[in-house]
């Protein structure tokens, strides 16, 4: 579907934000397939996979956030704000 199949979506064509509009939109997809998994999931699922959701999700979680802030050269807010 894309400009170099049969040009119907061709985010090049969209302007100069070509990188923020399609990282805006992935968000968008991701959000939306995950809200849908979740959805599906049966109601007993998170009380009887507990164990290990908390095993595999929280040192996860835990690892890539220090990895991210590692990788932060400058982790004030003042980089983060525009003035």
């Not at 968000?27 to 908390?54: K, M, N, W």
């Amino acid at each position: 579907m894309g400009p170099h199949v049969a040009n119907v979506f061709d985010p090049r064509g969209w302007g100069n934000a070509t990188d923020t509009i399609t990282l805006e939109v992935m968000r968008v997809v991701l959000a939306t397939g995950l809200f849908a998994i979740g959805v599906e999931l049966p109601q007993s699922y998170l009380r009887d996979h507990a164990r290990g959701l908390l095993v595999m999700v929280v040192p996860t979680m835990a690892f890539g956030w220090i990895l991210i802030a590692g990788m932060v050269p400058d982790s004030t807010w003042r980089c983060l704000t525009r003035h």
